[in-house]
């Protein structure tokens, strides 16, 4: 199986878990962990540029998991967390994992959170280095093991 088609099929199946979950995926900690991830992930390379921080702003707005929240205040919470990294990534990153962090009490919401990053990531077909070791580092501040998750 191409690698492609290996991501695809992970990253649908994380979709998939998540959304079972849902109901149980309410806290404010899952709601600010998953918006920090979701920044750390698109700012993995350092850089988020205006495209690409619309289209994982879009990702988040109609991922169904995470329409438990209000759509203008994840957004709110994303772009926060995409300005700490933009303005000094290695800075900015130390707060944003003390967000992702935030979700740790719960291993449920631990994990989904480690399965948006990985959603997110794979959204464009392509799941690279930076984004999984963005992802790795999450999986440690959240106390999981990161081959749970294959990274």
């Known amino acids: 199986m191409a690698l492609w088609d290996r991501l695809k099929d992970t990253a649908s199946t994380m979709q998939a878990q998540l959304t079972a979950k849902k109901n149980d995926l309410t806290s404010g900690a899952f709601r600010d962990s998953s918006m920090a991830m979701c920044a750390l992930v ?18 988040i707005a109609t991922n169904e998991v995470l329409q438990n929240f209000a759509a203008d205040d994840l957004r709110r919470r994303f772009d926060e967390n995409v300005d700490k990294l933009t303005a000094d990534f290695a800075f900015g990153k130390v707060s944003v994992l003390q967000e992702v962090a935030k979700a740790k009490k719960k291993p449920a919401e631990a994990r989904a959170v480690i399965q948006i990053g990985i959603v997110i ?7 690279d280095k930076d984004e999984q070791a963005v992802v790795r580092e999450a999986c440690y501040a959240l106390e999981l093991p990161p081959h749970e998750f294959d990274l």
């Open 42 to 59: 698109a700012a993995a390379d350092g850089t988020v540029d205006a495209a690409e921080r619309q289209r994982v702003a879009q990702l």
């Open 121 to 127: 990531g794979g959204a464009d077909g392509d799941f």
